[in-house]
C-alpha cells in the first residue's frame, strides 16, 4: 500500500468516525510516527465593524471551547486510530485567521554534522536565535520547509509516484492495518480453513 492509499484510508475512516458537527473541513498530515488532524472551525459571528484584535481574540475562544469539549471523544478516537495504524495521533483547529494544534510529538532526529554546518547551528545559539544546537537545527528546518514549500511539494509528488510504481512490482507486499480492509495474511495447511 503506498503512503497515498495509506492516508487516504485514514482520511475516510476519520470521515466515518468524526462527528459531523465537528468540522467544516478536515486537514490531515502524516509522517512516519505521527497523524495530525487539523478541523476546521465556523467562524465566531461578530460585527462587521470588529476590530483585527477582537477577531483573533474570538477565533481563539472558538478553538479553545471545541479542545475543551470533545477532549474525551477526540480521546476515544485517537485511541482507536492509534491501534488501527501503530501510530500516535494529534488534534488541531483552525477558526478563521487562527491555528493551533494540540500536544504534537517531538520526535529525536540523529544527524552528523561537519564542522561548517555546526559552526552555523553554533552561530544561531550565539546569537540568542535559539538555545539550543538541536533548536537551532530545528529552526532551520522550519525556515527551509517555509521558503521552499513549492520544491518541496513537487518532490513529495515525484515520491509518491515512485511510490505507487513500487506498490505495483513483482514483489509487492501488503502492510497489514486495521483501518478497513482485513488482513488475511498468509495461509497455512494447519491456519486454512
Not at 98 to 123: A, G, Y
Not at 156 to 172: I, L, N, Y
Request: aromatic share 4%.
Amino acid at each position: 500500500m503506498t503512503r497515498q492509499e495509506r492516508e487516504q484510508r485514514i482520511r475516510g475512516w476519520l470521515s466515518g468516525r468524526l462527528p459531523e458537527e465537528w468540522f467544516d473541513l478536515v486537514e490531515l498530515t502524516t509522517d512516519r510516527e505521527e497523524i495530525t488532524v487539523v478541523g476546521h472551525l465556523a467562524a465566531p459571528k461578530l460585527e462587521d465593524e470588529a476590530s483585527p484584535v477582537e477577531r483573533a481574540a474570538a477565533e481563539a475562544g472558538r478553538i479553545k471551547e471545541f479542545r475543551e469539549r470533545t477532549r474525551d471523544d477526540r480521546i476515544r478516537i485517537a485511541r482507536e486510530l492509534e491501534h488501527a495504524t501503530g501510530q500516535k495521533v494529534a488534534w488541531g483547529a483552525c477558526c478563521g485567521e487562527s491555528r493551533e494544534t494540540f500536544t504534537t510529538l517531538s520526535v529525536p532526529v540523529m544527524t552528523r554534522l561537519r564542522q561548517s554546518e555546526r559552526r552555523v547551528l553554533d552561530t544561531l545559539v550565539d546569537s540568542g536565535v535559539a538555545r539550543t544546537r538541536s533548536e537551532a537545527l530545528a529552526w532551520c528546518v522550519k525556515l527551509v520547509g517555509r521558503n521552499a514549500e513549492s520544491w518541496l511539494g513537487e518532490l513529495r509528488a515525484a515520491m509518491a509516484h515512485v511510490e505507487r510504481v513500487r506498490a505495483e512490482g513483482p514483489d509487492a507486499g501488503e502492510v497489514a492495518d486495521n483501518l478497513g480492509e482485513p488482513d488475511e495474511g498468509p495461509k497455512t495447511a494447519a491456519g486454512a480453513s
